[in-house]
């Protein structure tokens, strides 16, 4: 009996144990993704959607998003115990074993392709499992350790959120979908590149490829300039093709340039702190231009 009683004090209490399951699903990052996902749903359609179809997607989507988060962090375990960034992961500290966090990943991503095969449709599952698969999979065991890139071919699956929840609503891949994507797809390199800059030792130190490590920072910091300014065209494009109107295009102009500003700074300027600093402004840069086209649809659609 003592020693069931030790056992019971040693082991993690269940509000303990949800709490590293949830870790694993990287909360933060998936909330943005979500983010994006339920943008993409709203301006799919002129006015309200079904919201018994936008919960199930939602819910859907946050599910498998999850599941390839606690994927990556499985299979990045030992990595991430050799980054101060990512050490205290569950899975880097042993304090969930392998077999939890595969049955966990398994489970969310079955129970969340389920609900958007059943209650949305069957081509957002399936665009949903392929950016599971590019993600956890591509990105993560193939393309991250290999080649400095793997921000820029990687983005390809990470850009997939707005595309998701349109596909969710219309049943289909529309051009103003593409468009989503194509901002998303470059805003990721200046935005992580941004992180790697003030991160170097960390990802020297696990040994992966980063821009950083392989070409330097001076390099890297032309790639974040050069990404910022490209990702600036990209913005303007929902207006130059009619799918935004001067709500949108001021909101799009006015953080770009603070982008670009930031960016240039970070040209000319070094230090970790704005490098960090870049980083944050990037996340708020997304989220920020995504409500603006969301404002702009339904101003346009009042109208």
């Known amino acids: 009996m ?10 993690p209490s269940l509000p303990s144990r949800a709490r590293q399951f949830y870790a694993l699903t990287k909360p933060r990052v998936v909330q943005l993704i979500v983010f994006c996902a339920l943008i993409g749903m709203l301006l799919a359609v002129p006015g309200l959607p079904d919201w018994r179809r936008l919960v199930a997607a939602t819910i859907g989507i946050w599910l498998v998003a999850a599941a390839a988060a ?12 050799r980054m101060s960034r990512t050490a205290w992961r569950p899975t880097a500290r042993g304090d969930l074993s392998v ?10 991503c079955a129970i969340g392709s389920a609900l958007l095969y059943l209650a949305v449709n069957a081509l957002t599952m399936w665009l949903t499992l392929a950016t599971f698969v590019g993600y956890a999979v591509v ?23 707005p595309v998701l ?25 200046p ?34 300039f050069g990404y910022t300014l490209g990702l600036f065209a990209s913005s303007l494009l929902p207006v130059a093709c009619g799918m935004s109107g001067p709500i949108y295009l001021v909101a799009a102009l006015a953080l770009g340039c603070a982008f670009i500003a930031r960016s ?16 944050r402004f990037s996340i708020v840069y997304l989220a920020l231009l995504f409500l603006a086209l969301l404002i702009d649809h339904y101003a346009r659609s009042r109208g």
């Open 2 to 11: 003592p020693d069931v009683i030790a056992t019971a004090a040693a082991s």
């Open 264 to 279: 240039w700074r970070l040209l000319r300027s070094y230090s970790d702190d704005l490098a960090r600093r870049t980083f």
């Open 165 to 189: 929840g349109w596909a969710a609503m219309r049943g289909e891949i529309g051009a103003e979908a593409v468009l989503m994507w194509l901002i998303i797809f470059l805003w990721t390199p």
């Open 70 to 81: 606690a994927f990556n962090c499985l299979v990045e375990r030992r990595v991430d115990a």
């Open 99 to 108: 077999s939890q966090a595969v049955v966990f990943s398994v489970l969310l």
């Open 139 to 161: 990105y993560t065991v193939v393309l991250k350790p290999l080649t400095p890139q793997n921000i820029v071919i990687g983005g390809a699956s990470g850009a997939m959120p």
């Open 191 to 224: 935005h992580f590149w941004s992180l790697a800059l003030y991160r170097v030792d960390d990802y020297r130190k696990a040994g992966i490829p980063m821009l950083p490590v392989t070409h330097g920072a001076e390099s890297t910091r032309r790639h974040v």
